[in-house]
């Protein structure tokens, strides 16, 4: 795989630090249903709730459905 070189004009010309960048990327491609959530967090170098608050900033919903329902319940069953 190759590392992605953004050149420092793009970056000043966008106003955005390469953090900012990189956190606006994730969440981009994590509303795309491009990244699972714990990748996007990855690629924003944000822990969960962080990158879940910056989700919320730009009003970009958690995508969270029946499989995702189902294998939380199986979890919690485990718990016992």
Do not use: C, H, W
């Not at 010309?13 to 390469?18: E, R, W, Y």
């Not at 170098?45 to 294998?71: N, P, T």
Request: net charge negative.
């Amino acid at each position: 795989m190759t590392d992605l070189i953004i050149p420092g004009g793009i970056l000043e010309k966008v106003q955005m630090s390469p953090e900012d960048f990189l956190v606006e990327l994730a969440v981009y491609l994590y509303d795309k249903e491009v990244l699972s959530m714990g990748k996007a967090k990855e690629l924003a170098k944000l822990d969960l709730i962080s990158f879940q608050k910056e989700l919320a900033k730009r009003a970009v919903s958690i995508k969270y459905d029946y499989e995702d329902f189902r294998i939380d319940m199986k979890n919690l069953e485990n718990l016992d």
